[in-house]
């Protein structure tokens, strides 16, 4: 849509959604709207920090790896290999943010979907209680244990209800990017340029 002159920003505006940070001990959030599958290599920036790549040879919708695409991070970094990261949204302290999904969390929520229906629905959906327990003195020593009995069907208050009125799909949030795009990217970083990759979230991610 074309909007009038004095109306535009000069540049494209992020719609920041904050991550929802993983505590040691009890957790609690609200999953709605849609999940994301995707896979991601994490690539070092220039200052230290590990940059997610989507890994453009899984195909979202399909949920396999189809190969469809140049995936320009194989041909860069051969070594690397891509790691599970699917995504939903969640409420957690009266605000939308991305809950970057622990493949064992999932699984146990799925199975308790089983018997108390789809966690996300907005009138029968439940509150997704678990807990975060370190099981050693390594960072991916962690395992994450679903909380079932907690987890009882509860319909979304109305300010809940107004959170989500517009509530964007993952595949805005985090949006795929194309093999010129990527390979830019790429192009980027090999160079040390100070504009580093970027994502709508840029977060750390938990990855335990």
């Not at 969390?105 to 009138?123: F, K, S, W």
Request: negative net charge; charged residues 35%; glycine residues 6%.
């Amino acid at each position: 849509m074309a909007i009038k002159f004095n109306e535009a920003k000069g540049e494209a505006q992020k719609n920041k959604i904050d991550s929802y940070q993983y505590v040691e001990g009890d957790n609690s959030v609200r999953m709605v709207g849609d999940m994301l599958p995707r896979y991601v290599y994490w690539l070092k920036g220039e200052n230290g920090k590990n940059l997610p790549f989507e890994c453009l040879s899984f195909d979202r919708d399909a949920e396999a790896f189809t190969n469809i695409e140049k995936d320009w991070v194989r041909e860069y970094h051969p070594e690397l290999k891509c790691g599970w990261a699917y995504a939903i949204q969640c409420i957690h302290d009266g605000k939308v943010k991305v809950l970057n999904l622990k493949k064992k969390l999932l699984e146990q929520i799925m199975v308790a979907a089983e018997d108390l229906g789809d966690p996300t629905d907005p009138t029968t959906g439940w509150e997704v209680f678990f807990k975060r327990v370190k099981t050693g003195p390594m960072a991916y020593n962690v395992e994450y244990q679903l909380q079932a009995l907690k987890c009882k069907p509860r319909a979304l208050d109305d300010s809940e209800m107004e959170l989500i009125a517009e509530l964007k799909s993952m595949d805005e949030v985090l949006t795929r990017p194309t093999p010129d795009a990527q390979k830019e990217l790429l192009d980027r970083l090999r160079e040390g340029a100070s504009n580093t990759p970027d994502e709508s979230i840029s977060d750390e991610f938990d990855i335990k």
